[in-house]
């Protein structure tokens, strides 16, 4: 989808106050969502055409998984999944430090992973408050829009 098509697309959310839209034409698909400042886009998501033999979040269980000790709440946990179609990395760098590990507490605003979509780096926030049970996804994979790619229990 041609950059111009998509900002027409965030202009018609502007001028009609739609806080999120869904577009499909053709195989091409995207979801635009504003962020929770004017005019600030949170989330862009292009989805497209299906592979053949993939099934959207299908490598979901498979990677770098590891679960923490007992004690936590397993009937508590929820995933924290991908915003963007992309390439996951756990760290800045291959040279890094991943930003979180299993059995680590986050907040809102800790940086969980980076997906990179066009060549862009996004920076994927966790955006509510939890502690890290498993990572379901291997560094270096491609994500779709929707993808759970870690297990949290989120904090009372």
Do not use: H, W
Not at 67 to 75: D, L, Q, R
Not at 111 to 137: H, Q, S, T, Y
């Amino acid at each position: 989808m041609e950059l111009d098509r998509i900002n027409e697309l965030i202009d018609l959310m502007k001028e009609r106050g739609l806080s999120e839209l869904q577009y499909e034409s053709g195989k091409e698909k995207v979801k635009l969502v504003l962020g929770p400042g004017p005019g600030q886009i949170q989330n862009v998501a292009y989805v497209p055409a299906p592979q053949a033999g993939v099934a959207p979040g299908e490598a979901a269980g498979q990677g770098e998984s590891a679960t923490a000790g007992a004690g936590e709440a397993e009937s508590d946990a929820v995933t924290i999944d991908s915003p963007i179609v992309g390439t996951y990395y756990r760290s800045p760098s291959p040279e890094s430090p991943a930003f979180i590990e299993v059995g680590d507490d986050f907040d809102e605003d800790t940086i969980l992973c980076i997906v990179e979509a066009m060549k862009v780096m996004n920076e994927i926030k966790a955006e509510r408050r939890g502690k890290i049970i498993e990572v379901l996804i291997e560094n270096g994979q491609s994500v779709e829009f929707g993808q759970p790619l870690y297990r949290i229990v989120p904090a009372d």
